[in-house]
């Protein structure tokens, strides 16, 4: 069983960047791959950004692609979904989740996604 906490979220202005943290706790955590994903207000959940188990490679959505990167550090058991450039439409609530297959094409279909955080508000100010 694995157990997800993110960290990092907060207000920032429009220009301005913010580090999320995904903390987990729990076996296997090492061999998932792993995503962010955003649900704003009003608006269904998406997924922001996917990596493999390892780090060798990642996906991210259209709208984050050249400002957001996703790393991670499996000595640490942490992923980190760094964010530049934020803008007024990142404003929402960002979830981690662990998919137990080792890929991130699982993560972004959504297969075996098991894990999820409880999610942490970015709001970013115009």
């Known amino acids: 069983q694995v157990q997800l906490v993110e960290s990092g979220g907060g207000l920032v202005q429009a220009g301005g960047s913010l580090r999320l943290s995904c903390a987990a706790s729990?076996?296997?955590?090492?061999?998932?791959?792993v995503g962010w994903f955003r649900q704003a207000p009003g608006k269904e959940r998406e997924i922001v950004a996917a990596?493999?188990?390892?780090?060798?490679?990642?996906y991210y959505a259209d709208s984050v692609a050249g400002r957001f990167t996703i790393s991670r550090d499996n000595a640490k058991n942490t992923v980190h979904l760094q964010m530049n450039s934020l803008k007024p439409e990142d404003t929402a609530v960002y979830y981690c989740?662990?998919?137990?297959?080792?890929?991130?094409?699982?993560?972004?279909?959504?297969?075996?996604?098991?894990?999820w955080g409880k999610g942490t508000l970015v709001t970013v100010s115009s």
């Open positions: 989740a662990a998919s137990h297959y080792s890929d991130y094409s699982s993560v972004v279909k959504q297969r075996g996604m098991d894990y």
């Open positions: 729990g076996r296997g955590f090492s061999l998932y791959a």
């Open positions: 990596i493999n188990w390892n780090g060798s490679g990642t």
